[in-house]
């Protein structure tokens, strides 16, 4: 299938959102037309950002109530557009049977378009690195769009913590398979990082990186062990991540099917994180307070060996480099514009030392 066209229509799902935020941002940016999907238009506190942007006064960025869960909520708002950026979650990533059955409605909504021509699909690192067993990790440790999660291991289950890297798997082959079918429109799938970068609304404080920068503001500062024990983020400004989405809706070079990796390709661990704020702003005085460490005593005592693990990783953004132009942002930018956007739209309290 061809690129959709310059100045088109595009409909964006989770609009709200950190990354569906910057999506909106750099498709009007480019000139397109856009519909936001949220859940609620009436909820200024999370949309009041969206209706603020000068194209919403124009009505070329329109907003549009669309619940997951609601067989048909997409059926009016993708007729007419030519493109579909999906970068909403779902309610819960630990019912396989129900990522499917959400995946299905709205690629029904997509076909009975008559439309649409490409649908770039958020799905996420975690589709690539997240394995049940760590030394999956060092049997494998080229991070690219051609690794996949041990799928055989039976220890990989929602209720071992891998729901939400299994449903990100389903949803990508799920739009990729039916595009397939359809053959009149395709499915391109990227994979973000760890998103960091500037919120754009207050509501958008505690999504999962940038609320952890916000605790190390504070001086609540927690080592994360959600996505992994010690496991350092690999960070992808989250600007650069909706340029990726953007690029993909574009590029004359991508096939169905494909995905993509949107990263930087640094590596960086969460104390160091919590001593380059003073770095990247000195003026701030921050101070960070003890850094805690609530992992299990078990995994305390094999810290040397995850770290060495995680960090014996080689990852590679080429691919997607190859077929749009972006250059990533250092990870030290994202993180400077974050916090200044915490405090300037969050009004987060900054932990300072004395005098």
């Not at 995946?103 to 490409?118: F, L, N, P, Q």
């Not at 798997?169 to 990227?190: E, L, N, P």
Request: charged share 25%.
């Amino acid at each position: 299938m061809t690129a959709i066209s310059k100045g088109s229509t595009v409909a964006v799902t989770g609009a709200s959102g950190f990354i569906g935020g910057w999506v909106v941002h750099g498709l009007l940016e480019r000139g397109y037309r856009v519909r936001a999907c949220v859940r609620n238009v009436d909820d200024d506190a999370k949309v009041g950002f969206l209706k603020a942007m000068p194209a919403y006064a124009s009505g070329r960025l329109t907003l549009h109530a669309a619940d997951l869960d609601d067989p048909g909520c997409f059926d009016d708002v993708f007729v007419g557009c030519e493109g579909v950026a999906h970068v909403s979650h779902v309610s819960t990533y630990n019912d396989p049977d129900y990522v499917r059955r959400t995946c299905d409605h709205i690629i029904a909504s997509v076909e009975r378009s008559g439309s649409v021509r490409r649908v770039v699909v958020t799905s996420s690192l975690a589709a690539i690195i997240s394995e049940a067993d760590i030394n999956e990790l060092r049997r494998r440790p080229i991070v690219d769009e051609d690794r996949e999660p041990d799928e055989s291991n039976p220890k990989r289950t929602p209720e071992r913590g891998q729901g939400y890297s299994i449903g990100k798997v389903i949803a990508q082959r799920a739009f990729a398979d039916a595009a397939a079918r359809s053959g009149t429109w395709d499915a391109i799938t990227v994979c973000p990082a760890d998103n960091v970068g500037p919120i754009m609304s207050a509501h958008q404080q505690d999504g999962a990186w940038q609320g952890l920068i916000k605790q190390m503001l504070l001086g609540r500062c927690e080592i994360f062990h959600g996505t992994g024990p010690y496991r350092p983020w690999m960070p992808v400004d989250v600007r650069d991540d909706a340029a990726c989405h953007i690029g993909l809706l574009e590029s004359d070079r991508v096939a169905n099917g494909e995905r993509y990796l949107a990263m930087s390709a640094e590596m960086v661990d969460y104390e160091d994180i919590c001593r380059m704020i003073d770095e990247v702003l000195p003026e701030l005085g921050h101070d960070p307070g003890p850094i805690e460490d609530h992992a299990p005593e078990r995994w305390k005592a094999r810290e040397e060996e995850f770290r060495s693990i995680w960090h014996g990783l080689s990852l590679r953004n080429d691919r997607i480099r190859s077929v749009i132009p972006i250059e990533f942002r250092p990870f030290a930018d994202s993180l400077r514009d974050c916090v200044e956007s915490l405090i300037a739209i969050a009004s987060v309290q900054v932990n300072r030392r004395r005098g």
